[in-house]
């Protein structure tokens, strides 16, 4: 008998290995129709991390394939060369295997379940470098290759307590202040950076446990900072003897109503700090928390002087005698102008990039490029472009397209620029940009203009053709329309993929969120404008105010004006497109949106004017008193609703939001009305959403409710993002299509 089982056990077990090793890869599906559906959405591959080798020869890249069936997410490695030939996938473990960086030209370092690895550019000869019990969470080389930082999350008690050692079994937390939940979690550890020196033993490179320094060491705050930040909020210098670092030194209230974070130097000789920020002996200005910290003004000395607002994101110039990051000028205003600034090792000179939108992304230029010093990504009238600044300020444009540029390298060969694409047609790519090279000429100094320089863009990576080629697409139409303020604002138009003339559509008003988040040419594996035009609608899609990218006055009109003039601009759009367009049935009109865009529908919800059919709302902000103390991030409310509810007598903007908060008008609902909402968004409680849906459902008016347990703010998992598709379209299918 026992034999018997023996030989089953056998036969059995490759049958169980080879299921437990089933690896997630691309998908190679093949269509029914032209139209796109929502599992050919999520069947594409999605490219991360991207990196040019130090030769200039080839490029390494992370994409990510997704599983409907298996309900879950794979990451591999791919290689090819610089021109975009011999493409070939590296990595073939069913163990994710991320953040692909160059060792030297032919080594390639990477993560897998929590440790560093290294392999041959070809995929031979794999390595692990660390040995931390899978702690690794993120990872950067010294230039010399003598240090490697590595990020690891260590307990963080400071605001929930610890619970006694004699009761495991409690699940209770004590909270004694703010910011105990941030994004989608409790905060009960945060990210340290670590230093550990790198060996060769045996023959092989080898990270030293022993030694191991933690950069903040006794201090009780996180870097990189939540929720979103990951390495590159820190940069070693040339000579590798300097690390900068990104980090929000607070906790508590304190840390919940600023964000105020500085750039700080480590040496790595002496271990000693300095702040590039603010001086020693800098002390914060008092103020009452619960007030709006507007009252700094723009541009003042202290302010420039001191970075009172957010910077981030460090990076040293090729020779270091300069150290270039993200910042914002105020305290408690995410949206405010994210500028370039560059510092000066020798002189402690702060300089500013002189320009009028946000900067995006940024690298430094190589020493010998005669274009430029700095790169640059920056949002302006609905398309993210690359430009690039010179020592004397001068800004060229060296992309005009329709699309979205969301990333950008040196090639390292001294000619080009990798960087990645996407557009409302087409997911993220990488490609190859070749600035022409121009004469030094003198440009207008004025803030905000530049010169365009002509560049070849070739495209190199073809992820996801196999697909793309198997569907149809809406047209893309842009449109200037009038506002109630005497402006024009932009409005994208995608008509339905299946147009034809002569013949009136459903439409669709896009509401965004932020809500300074822009309308560009961004490529959504959610709000995807062409799955909607698959589905037989006209979607109109306006940059109302409060968006970048058409100045910093118009971006920031919204702040204490959520129901006033951006509003109006919602309105501007579809009745233009309703009066304007004759494709555009506006007996048949509907407005969806997420976070702002969700607290938006429920606004016009009640203050439409029989002008919309449906209505969808996801993770949107129903009542604002109870958001203003249930978001986790204390310095948004505070700015964009100008202070606590409870002030009085109470400044003239806190008192209009408050008052026009869309609880208060449930009594004008008419409208079939869906509440999308994740059960695990901090930053809009999903009760939010279960209260809209509520008073939907007493008032009589159709409605329903999507709630999902396990996601945030976004939609993540596989079969949830399909559950999602499939409610959405069904809910608009049935109240405006025939």
């Known amino acids: ?31 029914n129709s032209r139209m796109m559906t929502p599992e050919a959405l999520w069947a594409m591959g999605r490219i991360g991390t991207v990196e040019a080798s130090p030769d ?71 390595h692990q470098l660390s040995q931390t019990e899978g702690k690794v969470e993120g990872f950067k080389f010294s230039p010399d290759r003598k240090h490697v930082i590595i990020i690891k999350s260590i307990p963080f008690h400071e605001v929930i307590k610890e619970n006694p050692s004699d009761l495991p079994k409690a699940t209770g937390r004590r909270v004694t202040d703010l910011m105990y939940r941030h994004w989608d979690h409790y905060v009960e550890s945060i990210q340290h950076p670590y ?30 900072m939540e929720p979103f930040g990951g390495i590159e909020q820190l940069a070693w210098s040339p000579d590798s003897k300097t690390i900068a670092y990104t980090c929000r030194k607070k906790t508590g209230l304190e840390y919940s109503i600023s964000t105020d974070s500085d750039i700080y130097l480590y040496n790595i000789g002496t271990r000693k700090t300095t702040n590039l920020c603010k001086p020693a002996d800098y002390k914060a200005p008092a103020n009452d928390p619960t007030r709006t910290l507007k009252i700094q003004a723009v541009n003042a000395p202290e302010n420039l002087k001191n970075n009172v607002g957010y910077d981030q994101n460090p990076q040293f110039s090729p020779d270091g005698k300069y150290i270039a990051w993200q910042s914002m000028e105020r305290d408690g205003y995410e949206a405010d102008l994210n500028r370039l600034c560059i510092y000066e090792m020798a002189t402690g000179i702060k300089r500013y990039v002189n320009w009028k939108s946000d900067v995006e992304a940024f690298c430094w230029a190589p020493q010998n490029d005669k274009l430029a010093q700095l790169y640059f990504l920056s949002v302006w009238h609905g398309c993210n472009n690359m ?38 047609s087409a997911p993220t790519d990488i490609y190859r940009v070749t600035p022409s090279p121009v004469e030094e000429q003198p440009l207008d100094a004025t803030p905000g203009t530049h010169h365009i320089v002509e560049s070849y863009i070739e495209q190199i990576s073809f992820e996801n053709k196999h697909i793309l080629d198997q569907l149809d697409f809406g047209k893309v139409m842009q449109r200037w329309v009038p506002t109630s303020d005497g402006k024009q604002e932009l409005v994208w138009i995608v008509l339905p993929a299946n147009y034809e003339e002569g013949k009136k559509y459903p439409t669709l008003l896009f509401c965004e969120g932020g809500p300074q988040s822009p309308v560009s040419q961004f490529w959504s594996y959610r709000w995807n404008f062409q799955m909607m035009a698959a589905n037989g609608y006209v979607v109109v899609a306006p940059n109302r105010h409060g968006l970048p990218g058409f100045g910093q006055e118009w971006k920031e009109q919204i702040s204490g004006d959520w129901t ?30 997420a976070s702002f865009g969700g607290f938006s529908v429920y606004y016009l919800a009640g203050h439409h004017d029989k002008r919309f059919k449906a209505f969808i709302s996801h993770d949107g902000a129903f009542n604002l008193a109870a958001m203003y103390l249930e978001t986790e991030e204390n310095w948004f409310s505070n700015w964009e609703y100008d202070e606590a509810y409870w002030h009085r007598p109470q400044m003239p903007n806190a008192k209009k939001t408050y008052h026009d908060s869309p609880h208060k008008y449930v009594e004008n609902w008419d409208t079939p009305i869906l509440c999308i909402h994740g059960e695990k968004d901090y930053r809009i409680n999903y009760t939010q959403g279960m209260a809209a849906f509520n008073a939907a459902r007493m008032k009589g008016i159709p409605a329903e409710l999507l709630i999902f347990p396990d996601e945030n703010h976004w939609v993540l998992k596989p079969q949830n993002g399909i559950l999602w598709q499939r409610t959405f379209f069904n809910w608009l299918d049935r109240w405006l299509k025939d």
């Open 1 to 31: 008998m026992k034999k018997i089982l023996i030989v089953l056990v056998t036969l059995l077990l490759p049958t169980v290995m080879n299921a437990q090793e089933e690896v997630i890869g691309k998908s190679h599906i093949k269509l």
């Open 387 to 424: 430009y690039c600044v010179n020592w004397k300020g001068e800004v060229k444009q060296l992309t005009e397209s329709w699309g979205d540029w969301t990333s950008l390298q040196p090639a390292n060969d001294g000619k080009h620029l990798i960087a990645t694409r996407q557009s409302l």
């Open 56 to 126: 200039g020869k080839r490029v390494v890249y992370q994409v990510g394939y997704y599983s409907v069936k298996a309900n879950k997410s794979h990451q591999v490695i791919c290689i090819m060369d610089a021109d975009g030939k011999n493409n070939k996938q590296l990595t073939v473990s069913s163990k994710s295997e991320t953040d692909p960086t160059w060792f030297d030209a032919n080594t390639i370092a990477y993560l897998s379940g929590g440790e560093i690895w290294t392999m041959k550019a070809d995929g031979s000869e794999r």
């Open 195 to 224: 230093l550990a020196k790198l060996e060769m033993r045996d023959d092989k490179l080898e990270m030293v446990n022993d030694g191991i320094v933690d950069i903040l060491d006794g201090e009780p705050y996180e870097c990189p």
């Open 564 to 593: 006033g003039q951006c509003m109006s601009d919602y309105l501007a759009a579809i009745d233009d497109a309703a009066n304007n367009l004759s494709f555009v049935d506006k007996d048949r009109l509907g407005a969806v949106g």
